[in-house]
């Protein structure tokens, strides 16, 4: 519980940018290295669906409708990952969820609470 903080959300106009935070404040570094991060996203009435996910070694997997739009970073000695998204329209509106994936099974997946991102003029 509270493994993954996230801070950035908000309202923003259509073609305007925003970028979404998570900290692993309570992970220490060796551990954090040993998680794929990723960002998803549950808008209005929608299921849950990937928005993007990065390799400790920074390898990005993007959803089809953000691709080129949104950029997937992580700084493993902050234990932080980042999601810029610029572009944005109203399609993009959505509770964004930070997401921790081990490498290793026996280990725990982790989400943060989630943080709102309203698109609308």
């Known amino acids: 519980q509270g493994q993954l903080v996230e801070t950035g959300g908000g309202l923003v106009q259509p073609g305007g940018s925003l970028r979404l935070s998570c900290t692993a404040s309570?992970?220490?570094?060796?551990?954090?290295?040993?998680?794929?991060m990723g960002w998803y996203r549950q808008g209005p009435g929608k299921q849950r669906e990937l928005v993007a996910t990065?390799?400790?070694?920074?390898?990005?997997v993007y959803g089809d409708s953000v691709k080129g739009r949104f950029t997937i970073s992580r700084d493993n000695s902050n234990k932080r990952v980042r999601l810029q998204m610029n572009n944005l329209n109203p399609e993009d509106t959505a509770v964004y969820y930070c997401?921790?994936?081990?490498?290793?099974?026996?280990?725990?997946?982790?989400w943060g609470q989630g943080t709102q991102v309203i698109v609308s003029s």
């Open positions: 309570r992970m220490i570094f060796s551990t954090f290295t040993m998680y794929d």
């Open positions: 997401n921790a994936s081990p490498s290793i099974a026996t280990m725990s997946e982790y």
């Open positions: 990065i390799t400790s070694d920074g390898t990005a």
